[in-house]
């Protein structure tokens, strides 16, 4: 346990003295979680939007496709929605929740690359909307693992 840090007290304005640090990495963090739940949530509804009685992609109604499509809508129909209300509230738990939900998203496409019978074939997605998902991943955790250590930064200042 390390000893508390004081800082000797003044009369000056609390942001009297704040320096320019560059790239404000906690407000793009906040911006990103902002943007990323909109497009989840969008995600999600478009989901629901196949449950109610909306053709998905293929045209295919949801009561007509395989139980482990069903399934598989359902499971993202749910975790997006849960998703993009963490991630607006920009909580950690909703980071945790679509990393998860991406991560799932993820493996079913690398499953359907690598020649996975089944329903995964039906559930993956193209190419370009898995890439943009590792892309929005990477960005994720750079902003996340930048904007901690600025914090940080700014504490021990």
């Known amino acids: 346990m390390s000893a508390p840090k004081f800082r000797p007290a003044s009369d000056a304005p609390i942001q009297a003295d704040a320096e320019e640090h560059g790239i404000d990495w906690s407000r793009i963090y906040r911006i ?5 739940a909109i497009l989840v ?13 909306g053709p998905n992609a293929d045209g295919i109604g949801f009561e007509d496709m395989p139980p482990g499509m069903q399934a598989s809508i ?10 993009g209300v963490g991630l607006w509230l920009t909580s ?10 991406t991560a799932v998203a993820i493996g079913i496409d690398l499953a359907m690359l690598a020649g996975m019978q089944g329903w995964v074939q039906i559930a993956a997605r ?3 909307a898995t890439i943009a ?3 929005l991943l990477l960005f994720y955790t750079v902003a996340a693992m930048m904007a901690a250590r600025q ?4 504490f021990e200042e």
């Open 92 to 101: 950690a738990w909703g980071g945790v929740v679509w990393i998860l939900a």
């Open 126 to 128: 193209s190419l370009p």
């Open 74 to 83: 359902i499971f993202f129909a749910v975790i997006e929605l849960v998703a």
């Open 41 to 53: 949530i969008g995600r999600g509804l478009t989901q629901w939007m196949v449950i109610c009685g």
């Open 32 to 36: 990103f979680m902002r943007a990323l």
């Open 151 to 154: 914090a940080d930064d700014a």
């Open 133 to 135: 998902d590792a892309v």
